[in-house]
């Protein structure tokens, strides 16, 4: 009797400790350790975590670090903040080869967002130094047919004003940046629907790269969850019902234009939550954690790629 009831203790204690570890997830392999590392490249008017403004500013709210700690090897290169899509991508590419080399990588996962989910799709097409070296691109939030804030903001401001205007911005841009590079006319044009429907012919997915979008919207006009974007919403909605894309938006760019290759949705979140804006899928500040799990969607987005691979 004292036997069995030894063994039982035992299966017990040994079911306990296994239970344990597994909640914990103390010996599980990280679940993406084994991808190619994962490089994320920010939008207009964004920076990487080294330079001007990253000081007091924060453009993926932790994400590269939260990837990291799943086992994945990442990095977040900053290039001009606005500028056209190929300036940023030629900015880009020497940065992703040099990490490649660090970490000893023969491919990488490309995630931009916004602007940067082109300038992804113009490196995989059009950067020859990485022919072969780029396994998927996934894009987010980003702006594949054009956004009607860039159509209409380029459209009420006269063409002999649009020098002045530029000259300004660019003035608070290299000062903001640290940096007398700044290109506010081309970063805008970059953007109408004009350009993007060019940009679409002339840019082609690359043969053997896979492409995954996914993307966000606000359900309505709502300045208490989104005080930014909230005031751009009715402008994107106004424009996008115009031109045929359609009201429904995430502050600046329609949902149909975030839609490339093969679309895989947006988060989920609560009753409550009005939607995810344009800023809150990158949680920019961290105001994307305040209304979904922000982890998760990044952590899918990283395991979809990891398993496209």
């Not at 056209?84 to 995630?111: C, E, Y």
């Not at 022919?131 to 804030?149: D, E, F, Q």
């Not at 350009?195 to 840019?203: D, K, M, P, Y």
């Not at 995430?250 to 939550?273: A, E, F």
């Amino acid at each position: 009797m004292k036997t069995l009831a030894k063994i039982l203790l035992t299966t017990i204690f040994s079911l306990l400790i296994t239970t344990s570890v597994s909640a914990s997830g103390g010996s599980s392999t990280p679940p993406l350790q084994g991808s190619h590392p994962y490089i994320l490249i920010h939008g207009i008017l964004g920076f990487d975590d080294k330079n001007p403004p990253a000081s007091i500013l924060t453009y993926w709210g932790g994400m590269d670090d939260y990837l990291k700690s799943k086992g994945a090897k990442v990095i977040s290169p900053g290039s001009q903040a606005m500028a056209s899509i190929s300036t940023r991508a030629g900015q880009t590419v020497p940065q992703i080869i040099d990490f490649m080399n660090s970490v000893g990588a023969t491919k990488v996962h490309l995630l931009g967002h916004s602007q940067g989910g082109l300038v992804s799709r113009y490196i995989a097409s059009h950067s020859s130094s990485l022919y072969g070296k780029i396994s998927t691109v996934t894009t987010l939030n980003a702006v594949h047919r054009g956004s009607p804030v860039a159509d209409i903001g380029l459209g009420v401001i006269p063409d002999w004003l649009e020098p002045f205007v530029g000259t300004v911005v660019n003035w608070f841009g290299n000062l903001m940046y640290s940096s007398n590079q700044q290109d506010v006319l081309a970063m805008a044009n970059s953007l109408t629907s004009k350009t993007l429907a060019t940009f679409n012919t002339t840019v082609p997915n690359k043969s053997g790269v896979k492409y995954f979008s996914y993307g966000s919207k606000m359900t309505i006009l709502d300045l208490i969850q989104h005080p930014i974007m909230g005031i751009t919403y009715p402008i994107c909605w106004t424009g996008g019902v115009f031109n045929g894309q359609g009201g429904e938006n995430d502050g600046v760019v329609p949902l149909t234009s975030q839609k490339w290759g093969t679309w895989k949705g947006g988060p989920s979140y609560g009753l409550l939550v009005t939607g995810v804006d344009h800023l809150q899928a990158t949680n920019f500040e961290w105001t994307g954690q305040l209304w979904y799990d922000v982890e998760e969607y990044f952590l899918n987005m990283a395991k979809n790629a990891k398993s496209n691979q």
